[in-house]
Each structure stands twice: as C-alpha cells, then as structure tokens.
C-alpha cells in the first residue's frame, strides 16, 4: 500500500519559514515526479512547485525565490522549504505524484484525484 505523510504544517507570522515535509512508503521518490499543491477554495489544488523524475523544476510565479522544493532519495522525503511567508500563502499543502510511471503533475488538478498519490495535507496559516 502507497502511504504519503505530511508534516510540518503550523501558523506563523508573515515573513516566517516553514518546511513541509512529505514521506512516501510503498513507492520510491527517487524516479518519481513528485510536487506540492495548494488547495484553492472548492476542490481545486494549485500546484505549487514540481520536481519531474528527470530533474525538471518548476515553481509557481507568487512563490519564486521564497519556496524551493527538493527530496531526499535516501529518506523517501520530499520537502517544501517556504521563506518570508505571506497571508497569501495560506492554505491547505498537499504533497503528490503520480500513480503511473512517468506521470505527470498538472498546474491544477481536481485535490485528491485517483490518477496521483496524495499526502493527508498540511495546513498553513501565515498571519499578518
């Protein structure tokens, strides 16, 4: 069975960090196209950012230079290291990757989709 847990959701102050952390069992990360969505009022998830199973990055323009995504392949972990948060910012975090290999993250995607693997999701709240 696939199991992705987050940690590392929390209310902070604008301009503090946070870093979500994301561990998969049953899979393995390191050949996967792994991402963070954000969840938009409704059901709709945002993505964040990506990190493709071939070493694509991409991060959305409102968090530029102040989110970075990476893994760790020996720990199974993808994380989400979030600097000078913004109200803006808040909102559900959910990690995810694909369930066929070579998949691929969309920019949205209906949260909770059958076509990925989905983390439980991480709340963020960023105070002004």
């Known amino acids: 069975e696939v199991q992705l847990v987050e940690s590392g959701g929390d209310s902070v102050q604008t301009g503090g960090s946070l870093t979500l952390s994301c561990t998969a069992s049953g899979l393995s990360f390191s050949d996967s196209t792994v991402g963070w969505y954000r969840q938009s009022p409704g059901d709709q998830c945002e993505l964040v950012s990506r990190d493709t199973y071939d070493a694509i990055t991409y991060t959305k323009d409102s968090v530029k230079g102040r989110f970075a995504i990476s893994r760790d392949s020996a720990k199974n972990t993808l994380y989400l290291q979030m600097n000078d948060l913004k109200p803006d910012d808040t909102g559900v975090y959910f990690c995810?990757?694909?369930?066929?290999?070579?998949?691929?993250?969309?920019?949205?995607?209906?949260?909770?989709?059958?076509?990925?693997?989905w983390g439980q999701g991480a709340q963020v709240s960023v105070s002004s």
């Open positions: 995810a990757t694909p369930r066929s290999r070579h998949g691929t993250l969309y920019i949205e995607a209906v949260c909770g989709n059958r076509f990925l693997y």
